[in-house]
């Protein structure tokens, strides 16, 4: 069964900028124009865009190379992964077999629809079911950049506390799906799973939640499942 | 957190835009910050001080900064309200919306000139 979706992205209206009247310039304009053409390009050959944010360390990259390896016989993946620095998360994720493309940012702590257009030009999609965006370790300003996606997923770990959402509110306002991540250590860590759904759906009450764990595999399957029906919603349309 | 390159944006958008005889006369240029564009006005004064050294034409010119707080707007009841501890409710149904009708501004609102006499 494919869920009917009436647009991909529920929250497209939070992101980036907004209708201003016309004596005001926004600024968030440039970046919006670019994520508008990558969305148009990506929707035209049917790939799926999966922009992943999150604080640094709540894994991403670990849950990247889980889903690689466990969709490999179905699709077709590739990574664009930015950093400020070094090439180590495209080298771990090549090495589970995934591949995957870096982006250094030289010390920005974003990524920008620009950064992101400049990437795909290079990059052969032909046959890309899904391109998974891994941002820049950072709550903050990701939230402001569209980058043409069709989904935001933010990642929050059960090492961080359940308190982050209303802390980031902007990031999570504008993310369609939460996975708590690292569940294998919530018998170690005081985190109440209600207190992050609360926090989350106070936020924005349409926003899905998946508690999962990249090391244990708990609830992996769940998640395989949301990315499925989505990749068959877009291939469809 | 990216107070200094959104300055330079700023400072490039208004030079592009004005004559060097213009640029003379603006006394000052007001930003309006959405409480929901993760941008601070004292950062953003601070990013200001360091491009008015490497450009001096803007050494008179003042930055003014209004932060706009978050408003939502009901489908329920038709009502706009704002939006308090980051609950995207509205006040009077209770009805969740992320319906965002303020608060995600990032914008040069005017720019003002020196009264010509
Ligand atoms: N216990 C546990 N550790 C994890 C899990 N996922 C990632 N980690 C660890 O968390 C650290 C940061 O992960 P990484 O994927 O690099 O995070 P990123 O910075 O968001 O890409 C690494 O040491 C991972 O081994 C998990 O599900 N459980
Ligand atoms: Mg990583
Ligand atoms: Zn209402």
């Known amino acids: 069964m494919i869920k009917q979706f009436h647009h991909l992205r529920t929250s497209k209206n939070t992101r980036g900028s907004i209708n201003c009247d016309n004596s005001s310039f926004h600024l968030l304009q440039a970046n919006d124009f670019v994520a508008e053409a990558i969305h148009k390009k990506m929707s035209a050959e049917k790939i799926l865009v999966v922009n992943l944010t999150s604080s640094p360390g709540s894994g991403k990259t670990s849950l990247l190379q889980a889903t690689g390896t466990l969709l490999k016989d179905k699709f077709h993946i590739k990574v664009l992964v930015g950093d400020l620095e070094t090439e180590r998360d495209a080298d771990r994720l090549k090495e589970s077999g995934v591949d995957a493309l870096q982006i250094t940012t030289s010390g920005v702590c974003h990524l920008e629809a620009q950064m992101i257009w400049q990437a795909i030009e290079k990059m052969d999609l032909k046959g890309t079911d899904i391109l998974f965006i891994e941002n820049v370790g950072n709550l903050v300003c990701p939230s402001s950049f569209d980058l043409g996606e069709d989904f935001r997923v933010t990642l929050i770990a059960s090492t961080e506390g359940d308190d982050k959402p209303k802390k980031y509110p902007k990031m999570f306002l504008t993310s369609e799906l939460v996975l708590v991540t690292k569940t294998d250590l919530l018998p170690y ?49 | 957190m990216h107070e200094l390159s959104i300055i330079h944006q700023v400072g490039a958008y208004i030079i592009s835009t004005h004559s060097e005889a213009e640029l003379q006369q603006i006394e000052a240029f007001e930003m309006h910050l959405g409480q929901l564009s993760n941008i601070h006005p004292d950062l953003l004064q601070n990013a200001y001080l360091a491009y008015q050294e490497t450009h001096p034409i803007f050494n008179k010119i003042l930055l003014k900064t209004t932060l706009i707080p978050t408003e939502i707007y009901c489908n329920q009841c038709h009502q706009t309200t704002q939006v308090e501890h980051y609950k995207f409710q509205c006040k009077f149904c209770l009805t969740p919306s992320q319906n965002i009708v303020k608060g995600n501004e990032l914008t040069i609102h005017k720019i003002i000139f020196k009264d010509l006499l």
């Open chain 1, 189 to 237: 860590v005081p985190f109440k799973l209600e207190h992050l759904e609360q926090d989350v759906k106070d936020i924005n009450a349409e926003t899905e939640i998946i508690a999962l764990s990249s090391l244990s595999g708990i609830n992996l399957e769940v998640w395989m499942h949301w990315l499925e029906e989505r990749v068959l919603f877009k291939k469809n349309q």
